[in-house]
């Protein structure tokens, strides 16, 4: 069974920075894509980034490039996500997720989620 394990968020004012991680268990994929997603309250879950260990591609959305960066520690199978720069409306709870289906990369239905880290950026 896989498990996926978020760790990192709290709270932060403007321009602060946070670094999330995300500890994969259970899997066995040689390859895959991983993915930081993120929700604020009364909004719709937004793909923040993702990695495709196939083609080593990273993909930002619009809102986080050039501010977050998205890496993987394959030794320690843990995704991070390194956040400079916060603004308030990076405020919601960030989710790790995994898929062994390459196509579902670029989008939102992911097979497996963690349970989520809450990101609060106070101005």
């Known amino acids: 069974q896989v498990q996926l394990v978020e760790a990192g968020g709290g709270s932060v004012q403007a321009g602060g920075s946070l670094r999330l991680s995300c500890a994969a268990f259970?899997?066995?994929?040689?390859?895959?894509?991983m993915a930081w997603f993120r929700q604020a309250p009364g909004k719709e879950r937004e793909g923040v980034a993702h990695?495709?260990?196939?083609?080593?591609?990273?993909y930002y959305a619009d809102s986080v490039k050039g501010r977050f960066t998205i890496s993987q520690d394959n030794t320690k199978n843990t995704l991070y996500l390194q956040m400079n720069g916060l603004k308030p409306e990076d405020t919601g709870m960030y989710y790790c997720?995994?898929?062994?289906?390459?196509?579902?990369?670029?989008?939102?239905?992911?097979?497996?989620w963690g349970q989520g880290t809450q990101v609060t950026v106070s101005s």
């Open positions: 997720a995994l898929d062994w289906r390459l196509w579902a990369c670029a989008g939102n239905e992911y097979l497996y």
């Open positions: 259970g899997y066995s994929f040689s390859l895959y894509c």
């Open positions: 990695i495709n260990t196939n083609s080593n591609n990273t």
